[in-house]
């Protein structure tokens, strides 16, 4: 299983950017879709997930600027987002946990994202 992101790129502050992720290769029994991010010297956290069932969660920071969607049928996660700020350029990455006997999480290599002020 392969999750190639794309979307990344260089925004001015305020501005706006999608990121899309899709997963190829044998998986089945997709149980939730995120996104998460990680900029230099900080951990990584959790920007916002959805899951199958379509409930989603967001970071506190992000409410009201970000959206998640996905589509199951194709194995694709996407992440609008709006409102950019500065201190969000870090490396996004997009998680798929699936396995309906014994879950497991797949990562992306990342996009990174750029916000200039």
């Known amino acids: 299983v392969q999750l190639q992101a794309s979307g990344g790129g260089l925004v001015q502050a305020g501005g706006s950017l999608r990121l899309s992720c899709v997963a190829s290769g044998s998986i089945s029994g997709i149980r939730t879709m995120s996104w998460y991010r990680q900029a230099p010297g900080k951990q990584r956290e959790l920007v916002a997930s959805?899951?199958?069932?379509?409930?989603?969660n967001y970071a506190d920071s992000v409410k009201g600027r970000f959206t998640i969607s996905n589509d199951i049928d194709k194995n694709a996660v996407y992440l609008q987002m709006n409102s950019l700020k500065p201190e969000e350029t870090a490396v996004y990455y997009c998680?798929?946990?699936?396995?309906?006997?014994?879950?497991?999480?797949?990562w992306g290599l990342g996009t990174q994202v750029t916000v200039s002020s």
């Open positions: 959805m899951s199958r069932g379509g409930t989603t």
């Open positions: 998680n798929v946990n699936a396995g309906w006997i014994k879950p497991k999480d797949y």
